[in-house]
């Protein structure tokens, strides 16, 4: 049974800074690609950020320079480090891995960022 478990979120204020977790179980961690989703009222689900097996990683353009994820196979554990944060950023984060195009979603944690 796949489990992806997300922490870290949480109220911040703007220009504040956030680290998100995700702890994955029932799979093999490191031969998956993991990413960070986001969802804000009203909006789709948007891709934040990737990082694949090989380590390379892609950003949303609205991420990039203020974000960063990374993984630590032996912890199965998946990061996203948010930084400079904006109220635009204030949504559900979910943990995503996927292998073969077969996808596991974590329950997501909710990101405020307000003063």
């Known amino acids: 049974q796949v489990q992806l478990v997300e922490s870290g979120g949480g109220l911040v204020q703007p220009g504040g800074s956030l680290r998100l977790s995700c702890g994955a179980s029932g799979i093999i961690f490191s031969i998956y690609t993991m990413g960070w989703y986001r969802q804000a009222p009203g909006k789709q689900r948007e891709l934040v950020a990737v990082?694949?097996?090989?380590?390379?990683?892609n950003y949303a353009d609205s991420a990039k320079g203020r974000f960063a994820i990374s993984r630590d196979n032996g912890k199965n554990t998946v990061y996203l480090q948010m930084n400079s944060l904006k109220p635009e950023d204030t949504a559900v984060y979910y943990c995503?891995?996927?292998?073969?195009?077969?996808?596991?979603w974590g329950q997501g944690t909710q990101v405020t960022v307000s003063s």
């Open positions: 995503n891995a996927e292998l073969g195009g077969v996808q596991h």
């Open positions: 990082i694949r097996r090989s380590g390379s990683t």
